[in-house]
């Protein structure tokens, strides 16, 4: 059974750090791994999806990098900004399951 | 603009009632679904539907039913509600099933007393 985890559950850093945030699975036979956003009440918002014949993708200061064979995928955010302030939630694709399984989340709080 | 829009933000409802969520897109995708977010449990699928009058069980349908009249409208029902259906309820709708980006509603966060 395909889990998904993400650590820490929550980060606080200053502005203008860059920062990584984590996401771990237990089965490699993805199609997969997507990064979401999701602010307080709101619904996700999506940020990058990386096929699984990928390695990363990049969008303006976000870069997600995918390593099937370690069953591990990161979020870079450069230069953070209190506007990312969210929890990022990821979620991957396939597996036994052939269903999107999401990690709980890492809360993330920007300080000015 | 790519846009879900689920019926209700807020719903309080009392314990056995009847309670419809709706959810509609307007991209034009076969498929959408239905989780549930709870503390400490993440996001948890009911429901999902392929096609028009299709669906299919995720991993936690009980308590739950669906209906997909027509493609743009996904509805969520819940037979008589009961207290640990207290829940975050999202829709979403992609392209194909779980292989290209999933677009959320912004959420029905329902209280069951």
């Known amino acids: 059974k395909q889990e998904v985890t993400q650590i820490p559950a929550a980060l606080s850093v200053p502005e203008g750090e860059n920062l990584v945030l984590n996401c771990s699975f237990t089965d490699s036979a993805i199609y997969n791994l997507q990064w979401f956003r999701q602010d307080p009440g709101k619904g996700l918002t999506s940020l990058l999806l990386i096929q699984s014949s990928q390695r990363e993708q990049t969008s303006g200061r976000l870069n997600a990098s995918l390593d099937k064979s370690s069953g591990r995928s990161t979020l870079y955010i450069a230069a953070s900004q209190p506007g990312d302030s969210a929890t990022y939630l990821c979620a991957v694709a396939g597996g036994a399951t052939n269903k999107l399984i999401f990690g709980t989340g890492t809360l993330l709080a920007v300080q000015p | 603009d790519v846009k879900v829009t689920q019926s209700s933000r807020y719903l309080v409802k009392r314990t056995g009632e009847k309670v419809f969520l709706e959810c509609v897109q307007d991209?034009?995708?076969?498929?959408m679904f239905w989780y549930r977010q709870d503390p400490g449990l993440g996001l948890r699928l009911i429901y999902f539907s392929y096609d028009v009058k299709m669906k299919e069980k995720g991993d936690i349908p009980e308590g739950y039913s669906v209906s997909r009249e027509k493609k743009e409208r996904f509805s969520l029902i819940l037979e008589s509600a009961s207290t640990n259906q207290t829940s975050m309820y999202l829709c979403?709708?992609?392209?194909?099933?779980?292989?290209?980006?999933?677009?959320f509603g912004p959420g029905t966060r329902l209280l069951v007393l």
């Open positions: 979403a709708s992609s392209s194909d099933r779980f292989q290209e980006t999933q677009y």
């Open positions: 991209m034009d995708h076969e498929n």
